[in-house]
């Protein structure tokens, strides 16, 4: 059964970086559709990016776009997702999820939802605070 577990979260001032992995425990994500969600404390669960299987489509948020970017390493089967710029509204807990041969849409799109993942991981805390 696939497994997925994220790690690279932390404090980061305003304005820094950092760079999360999410990383299955099958050897194949080939199949994959990958997004990346965070939840703000007191807040819903949202999509911020998403990578389709072969790596040759993504999309982000308007909140996250030009600061934010999400890419894969099938090989390794490990999605990763930088982040440049960061702000205090990014501070969250930060999840990647898979889906099943599902497309990555964009985000303007209502089909692109929580519903077409089925697989999660337990999240990294992202904190960005001066």
């Known amino acids: 059964q696939l497994q997925l577990v994220e790690s690279g979260g932390g404090l980061v001032q305003p304005g820094g970086s950092l760079r999360l992995s999410c990383v299955a425990s099958?050897?194949?994500?080939?199949?994959?559709?990958i997004g990346w969600f965070r939840q703000a404390p007191g807040k819903e669960r949202e999509g911020v990016s998403c990578?389709?299987?072969?790596?040759?489509?993504?999309n982000h948020a308007d909140p996250v776009k030009g600061r934010f970017t999400i890419s894969r390493d099938n090989t390794k089967a490990t999605v990763y997702r930088q982040m440049n710029n960061l702000k205090p509204e990014d501070t969250g807990i930060y999840f990647c999820?898979?889906?099943?041969?599902?497309?990555?849409?964009?985000?303007?799109?209502?089909?692109?939802?929580?519903?077409?993942?089925?697989?999660w991981g337990q999240g990294t805390q992202v904190t960005v605070s001066s």
């Open positions: 990578i389709n299987s072969s790596g040759t489509r993504r």
């Open positions: 999820a898979a889906g099943f041969l599902n497309p990555c849409l964009p985000y303007s799109d209502d089909r692109n939802s929580a519903d077409e993942y089925d697989t």
């Open positions: 099958e050897t194949s994500l080939d199949h994959y559709l």
